[in-house]
C-alpha cells in the first residue's frame, strides 16, 4: 500500500541528493541532474493514493525543499551573535526561501490538474525558470539556491555559460531530470531506451563542448 510516510521519504531523498550535489555542501556535482526524480515518483505516488480526492501535494515538496535549504545554509548558525539573532538570521532565509521555493511546484501541480502531465513537465521548467529570474532581481532575492550555481566548483563543465548564463544551468538540469524521470516511467522498452539515450546525448554534447573549450583555451 503506498502510506504518507512511503511518499515523506521519497520526497526527502530529492533533498538529501540536493544538499550532496551541492557546492562546498556534499560537492557531488552530478547527482543535480537526478535530485528532483525521487520527488517526481512522490508525486506519482501521492497521485495514486489520493485518485479520486484533492490532497495537496505541496507539503511533500516543502519538506524536499527545506531539507535543501537547512542542509546547504547551516553555516548561518555560526555567527558571532547572541543565540536569539542566529535562529533568527538563521531559520528565516531557510524558511522564506523554502516556502518561495513552493510557487513553481504549486504552478506545476496546477497545470498538471489543467492539463496533464505532460504539459505540466514542460510548464514547470519555465515555472522555475521564471522563479530563478524573479528571485535575482528583487528585494528578497535569494540566487544561492539557483540550480545553475550548482556547478560553482565544476567551471570546466560550464564553460558556455558566458552564452546562456547560470540560467542555462538551471535549464540543462530541469531538462536531464525531465527526461530521465520520462525514460525510468516509460511503459515500453524502446521508448525507455529513447529517453535513457536523449538524456545522455543532453548530458554528453554541453559537457564535451565545454571541456573541450577549457582544456584548449590559450
Known amino acids: 500500500p503506498i502510506t504518507r510516510t512511503r511518499i515523506l521519504l521519497w520526497a526527502a531523498l530529492s533533498g538529501v541528493l540536493w544538499s550532496f550535489a551541492w557546492p562546498a555542501i556534499g560537492g557531488f556535482t552530478a547527482l543535480a541532474f537526478v535530485?528532483?526524480?525521487?520527488?517526481?515518483?512522490?508525486?506519482?505516488?501521492h497521485d495514486a493514493r489520493t485518485v479520486g480526492r484533492?490532497?495537496?501535494?505541496?507539503?511533500?515538496?516543502?519538506?524536499?525543499?527545506?531539507?535543501?535549504?537547512?542542509?546547504?545554509?547551516?553555516w548561518f548558525f555560526l555567527v558571532s551573535e547572541p543565540f536569539g539573532t542566529r535562529l533568527v538570521s538563521g531559520?528565516?532565509?531557510?524558511?522564506?526561501?523554502?516556502?518561495?521555493?513552493l510557487v513553481p511546484w504549486w504552478l506545476k501541480r496546477w497545470t498538471h490538474r489543467a492539463f496533464g502531465p505532460s504539459v505540466a513537465a514542460i510548464a514547470f521548467v519555465a515555472f522555475w525558470?521564471?522563479?530563478?529570474?524573479?528571485?535575482?532581481?528583487?528585494?528578497l532575492q535569494w540566487p544561492?539556491?539557483?540550480?545553475?550555481?550548482?556547478?560553482?566548483?565544476?567551471?570546466?563543465?560550464?564553460?558556455?555559460?558566458?552564452?546562456?548564463g547560470m540560467l542555462g544551468g538551471s535549464l540543462w538540469i530541469l531538462l536531464v531530470n525531465i527526461i530521465v524521470d520520462r525514460a525510468i516511467t516509460n511503459q515500453t522498452r524502446r521508448g525507455a531506451y529513447s529517453y535513457g539515450a536523449a538524456a545522455l546525448v543532453l548530458i554528453?554534447?554541453?559537457?564535451?563542448?565545454?571541456?573541450?573549450?577549457?582544456?584548449?583555451?590559450?
Open 35 to 45: 535530485a528532483w526524480l525521487p520527488l517526481l515518483h512522490a508525486e506519482r505516488l
Open 54 to 74: 484533492k490532497r495537496a501535494f505541496v507539503p511533500y515538496v516543502l519538506l524536499a525543499v527545506f531539507i535543501w535549504n537547512a542542509a546547504s545554509s547551516w
Open 91 to 101: 531559520a528565516s532565509p531557510m524558511v522564506v526561501n523554502s516556502l518561495l521555493m
Open 129 to 139: 525558470l521564471a522563479f530563478e529570474r524573479v528571485h535575482h532581481g528583487w528585494d
Open 144 to 164: 544561492r539556491f539557483s540550480l545553475g550555481n550548482v556547478f560553482g566548483t565544476r567551471p570546466q563543465w560550464i564553460q558556455w555559460y558566458e552564452h546562456t
Open 204 to 218: 554528453a554534447l554541453p559537457l564535451t563542448c565545454s571541456l573541450a573549450r577549457y582544456y584548449r583555451y590559450d
